[in-house]
């Protein structure tokens, strides 16, 4: 399987690259990305074939039939960090499992891995799959990381005392829940660096692409002979392993009798960057029987707009803080791969090219027709988001806000209401506890600490003890500097 460039090839680069080209060097011509040349065809006998096969099993397959240039050794030991998640054990390995909430709705909790939100699911075998390469290859590398919350703990998690990968990750200081700060903070292995920017995400994020982008930094890097990778969703080798869980949700559907086998459901899908769809629209591409992929947004709900209208405009938008952080996003990384599959490359450059100039652009009317008869879109506000929390809560299930948006484009977005939804379900109530308690009690302003608390009173469940002994832990990286002072800061790291 190869990998082409989403804006097409600038002649100083090669026509197409492996898997494990475009892993170690995600960036490639005109800005674009990698996406993968073809996509194999699964089928409904594949479907049938795995119906009694746990998910490494599964995953196992799905990797097989992409021909990746990864040693089944490395895929083998890669999968196996699965046993690590809840409810997993050696022989029935179940990372997400899908729970029913009412007759149409199932929920899929991507979740159950160390750090508590999806990010795990992806990252978990990424870390192990890329340090491999890097030894492979005895190249250091340095991955860097800017995160509003979810993806550094993850990031560090997975890389934490792996060969030949060093790990620096930017946080906002005061700009993350206290469990997602302590959960960065408290990492002590000697190959991770966890730096606090006074700033929001955004300067963390521009902080960041200055560094990627200047030279004297590439030199200094070039000269302590350690190359850069990036961990974040643009790389492909996270997207693929966030193929599998919608394949796999669809076959706990079948398991549990809610639906045939061949039978279409809609997948409904918290999103931010648009790695979580672009999974599931892969999965569809391959065969996997959906109806539609509903994109739930919150209030930066550009992704509602692009599918509602056909028009993606960030000229007059600022990023609104909401109480679902990890999707406060205005550009959504891979809604790329999605122009460039069916609109191709030409288009592809000529619509991010008019992104990046004038902070907007518009499909063509048959283009947006393509678009919706995959997609369907809707946004969630923060008090329709407390409610939906509070309402099903009642019913018994306890879900955190980025889940909560679903629950409204489940209200809004479908057209046969005879199908079943998987609702995707992206963090566990530990991560974002001030807001759920404030749907459950009303009570405002509470510490993470005194949310948790409150939380697990009011549901009569206890508070894992990953996230419990975070508040009992040293604080091991405490350094929170100004943006001027970065580069220095990691050159220090670096030794
Ligand atoms: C990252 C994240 C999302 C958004 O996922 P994308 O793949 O970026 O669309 C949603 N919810 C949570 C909790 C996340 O951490």
């Not at 080798?237 to 796999?248: A, P, V």
């Amino acid at each position: 399987m190869k990998f082409i460039e989403t804006r097409g090839n600038d002649g100083q680069r090669p026509e197409s690259v492996t898997f494990s080209e475009a892993i170690l060097g995600p960036m490639s011509s005109f800005g674009g990305i990698y996406s993968p040349e073809s996509l194999p065809e699964l089928g409904i006998s594949f479907l049938e074939e795995h119906l009694d096969k746990d998910y490494k099993t599964l995953a196992r397959s799905i990797l097989k039939a992409f021909e990746i240039d990864i040693d089944d050794s490395v895929i083998d030991e890669a999968l196996d960090l699965y046993d690590h998640f809840d409810d997993c054990s050696a022989e029935q390995c179940n990372p997400a499992p899908v729970v029913k909430v009412s007759d149409d709705l199932y929920v899929s909790e991507l979740w159950h891995g160390p750090t508590r939100a999806f990010k795990d699911m992806a990252l978990q075998p990424f870390g192990k799959v890329l340090s491999s390469l890097a030894q492979k290859h005895q190249q250091e590398y340095l991955i860097m990381a800017a995160t509003s919350g979810d993806t550094g703990p993850a990031a560090l998690d997975t890389f934490k005392n792996r060969d030949n990968v060093r790990v620096v990750c930017l946080y906002p200081d005061g700009g993350t829940s206290d469990v997602q700060r302590l959960q960065m903070v408290t990492e002590d292995a000697d190959n991770l660096k966890v730096i606090g920017i006074h700033g929001d995400f955004d300067d963390a994020q521009s902080a960041l692409k200055m560094l990627l982008g200047s030279e004297a930094f590439n030199a200094r890097l070039k000269e302590k002979n350690i190359s850069l990778s990036a961990a974040n969703s643009v790389n492909f080798g996270r997207i693929i392993f966030q193929l599998m869980y919608h394949i796999h949700s669809y076959l706990e559907l079948v398991r549990q009798g809610a639906i045939s086998l061949g039978d279409k459901v809609y997948l409904d899908v918290p999103s931010g960057n648009f790695g979580n769809a672009l999974g599931g629209y892969y999965a569809m591409k391959m065969g996997l029987p959906v109806e539609k992929i509903i994109i739930a947004s919150n209030q930066n709900n550009v992704l509602t707009h692009l599918v509602k209208e056909g028009i993606y405009d960030i000229s007059e938008s600022s990023v609104i803080p909401t109480s679902s952080p990890a999707m406060d996003i205005l550009k959504s990384s891979n809604v790329e791969r999605i122009l460039f599959d069916l609109f191709g490359k030409e288009r592809t450059k000529e619509l991010m090219l008019q992104l990046d100039e004038e902070k907007r652009y518009a499909l063509t009317d048959s283009e947006l027709a393509e678009l919706q008869s995959i997609f369907s879109a809707d946004f969630c506000t923060d008090d329709e988001g407390k409610q939906y929390i509070k309402e099903t809560f009642e019913k018994g299930y306890l879900m955190d806000p980025h889940t909560a948006t679903c629950f409204k484009t489940f209200d809004t977005c479908r057209d046969d209401k005879s199908l079943k939804t998987i609702v995707y379900s992206t963090a566990e109530w530990t991560k974002f506890s001030p807001t759920i308690a404030n749907a459950l009690t009303g009570e405002t302003g509470q510490s993470d600490r005194d949310a948790l608390e409150a939380i697990a009173t009011k549901a009569g469940i206890q508070i894992p003890a990953s996230i419990k002994d975070l508040f009992n832990k040293d604080v091991t990286q405490s350094s929170v500097i100004d943006k001027d002072d970065i580069e220095k800061e990691i050159l220090a790291f670096l030794g």
